[in-house]
């Protein structure tokens, strides 16, 4: 069978056996595929360092007749993460768009939005500044995963939120006004809910350059991730470790 060629993510590795790994891609041709890369631990000229997570690579692999994993012949780094200093705030961050997209993706199921999204987020996650990707990228993957409400009306009356106070609940799928909020629901200020409606209209590099601190959209945040982490039934690993840096 021929190689099949493809861009890619790598979004994990895994040992197998003594000198092999398993890796998971996020491949724009096929959408997630897991493979086995042969002697991925002894060959630097096939792989060098181009297995190490959120790697932009290139992809060479086959599919094994009656083997549900396939086989990864070779991959060329096109964009490397440690091209540039892996400070902690950014190797969180880095792990966590890894983990969402290992998480949200099915297997085997092409999307090129997403992978587009990916590739202009990654390349805004430089240095420790990564409140500003980490917020546009929880925001579109909720969308494009079809789990994002209307940001504009209470789920509960229909009435029109606007500029007005709203509110939501780890068990409720979209916001609620103050009329018929629940019980140790959380806010989002009417700020936050205007910067996703400009998210949606603009491209990741137009927010660059912009003082963004952890506080900005933190609700926002606080919002998409408990409507993530509603619909894959678990917590994120990566969801805590974010929250602990300062």
Known sequence: ????????????????????????????????????????????????????PLTFVRAYYEDRERQELARLDSCEVLESPLSSEVSYPRAIALGHVAELLDELLPEREANDAVFRLVVAVLARLRGTEVWMPITYFELWMTRLMGYLPELSECIACGRTLNGGRAFFHALADGLMCAADKRLASSEISAESRGLAAQMFRAPVESFAGAPWPKAQAADLRKFLLQTLQRHIEKKLVTAAMLEKIS
């Not at 590795?13 to 890796?23: H, Q």
């Not at 086995?36 to 630097?44: D, G, I, L, P, T």
């Open 1 to 52: 069978m021929a190689l099949k060629e493809s861009e890619a993510i790598v979004l994990r590795t895994y040992p197998l056996r003594e000198a092999d790994l398993l890796v998971t891609l996020f491949t724009r041709l096929e959408g997630k595929v897991r493979a086995v890369a042969r002697s991925a631990k002894k060959s630097r000229r096939r792989f060098g360092g181009a297995l190490e």
